[in-house]
Structure formats: structure tokens, C-alpha cells
């Protein structure tokens, strides 16, 4: 799952969805450092991604990328996975998507203070190329992807990813619908034991 996912996946409470959102950037134990609800965000992020990397039908998306894409298949998968939560966005949510991007945007802006100094730097690029919503169009995505694959020095590919989701697009989407349903589970669960 990558950025909206997480987001998304966090419920309504703000400072939940902003440690989710920024938790990549946290390593081991610093997220004791971090108020209660940010810590409850960051370690929810860390058990999406166990039950996702761990998941069959993930695994199943990640499979067609292998060959080509080695260790970033799941990176990829993540990425995919935004764009179909995006583009059937009022299937999950029925909040505007743009309205729930500049919402979020504007938390992150309100909050600045107690962001990682990663997020605080990615924070303005995010914010201008308006990245929750370009997931909705594959150019948008190849464009983010694009991105990545630079800051890899173009080891990764990642800018030729759109080739596959296009020919692969209808498995992707099934894909992604089943895993959602069971990671929205698994998200509520984890939640509430936090």
C-alpha cells in the first residue's frame, strides 16, 4: 500500500493518518518519541504492510512484475494499488477526493512541527504535483513513478511500470478490489487494538 492507502486505511483521526503517512521514515523504536496517536498511526502502517507483503493476492500482482522489476515488483504493486483506489474513489470514500487530498494536505501543513524531516522536505513537492490525486490517471502515475525510478538513478525502471499495469489492467483492478475489502478489515481489527 502506498501513501493514499495508508491514509485512507487510518480512518478520520488526523494525527493517526499523518503517522501512517510518515511512518516509512521512522526507524525502530523512535516512534515512542511521537505522541499517542501518531505512534498509534505508525504502527498500524507497519502492520499493513506485514499483512500486505504476506498477502496472496498481493503476492499474485507482484509475480507479474518480477522479471523485469526484481525487488521494486512490490513498490510497483503499491503504486497500482493507488491508482485503482483513486480512480474508484467514491466506491471507498464519499468525500471528493480532491477535497480529501487538500484536507490532508492542510493537516500535514497544521501539524508541521512534529513531522520527520523527511516528510517535512517531501511535503511541498507532494503538495505541488497534488500527488493523491494524479494517482487517479496513468500519466499521473507514470509521472510519479518516473520520479522514483530518478531518485534509484534509473536503476529500478519504474518509469517503464505503466507498461504492465495497461497490459495487465483488468487482473490488476480485480486484484486490488479483492485485497482492499480484506486490508479495510484488517486495518478496522488493528485499529481498535491500538
Keep these: 500500500m502506498n501513501f493514499l492507502a495508508h491514509i485512507h486505511l487510518s480512518g478520520e483521526n488526523e494525527l493517526i ?3 501512517n503517512f510518515m511512518a516509512d521514515g521512522v526507524r525502530g523504536k523512535q516512534y515512542e518519541h511521537f505522541p499517542r496517536e501518531i505512534q498509534k498511526g505508525i504502527l498500524l502502517h507497519r502492520a499493513i504492510d506485514t499483512f500486505t507483503d504476506a498477502h496472496p493476492i498481493f503476492r499474485q500482482s507482484t509475480k507479474k512484475l518480477h522479471s523485469r522489476y526484481h525487488h521494486y515488483a512490490g513498490v510497483i504493486v503499491d503504486m497500482y494499488y493507488d491508482h485503482f483506489l483513486a480512480k474508484n474513489w467514491s466506491n471507498y470514500n464519499s468525500e471528493n477526493l480532491a477535497l480529501y487530498a487538500n484536507t490532508f494536505y492542510q493537516s500535514l501543513l497544521d501539524n508541521h512541527t512534529i513531522l520527520t524531516t523527511k516528510t517535512q522536505n517531501l511535503l511541498p513537492y507532494m503538495m505541488e504535483y497534488n500527488w493523491l490525486v494524479s494517482y487517479q490517471s496513468i500519466p499521473g502515475l507514470e509521472r510519479i513513478l518516473s520520479q522514483m525510478d ?20 483488468d487482473e490488476f483492478e480485480t486484484e486490488f478490489s479483492l485485497f482492499y475489502k480484506e486490508v479495510q478489515l484488517f486495518s478496522k481489527h488493528k485499529l481498535a487494538q491500538l
Aim: glycine fraction near 4%; charge should be positive; charged fraction near 25%.
Design 17 to 19: 493518518k499523518i503517522g
Design 150 to 169: 530518478h531518485r534509484t538513478k534509473n536503476q529500478s525502471l519504474m518509469r517503464f511500470a505503466t507498461e504492465e499495469l495497461i497490459t495487465y489492467y
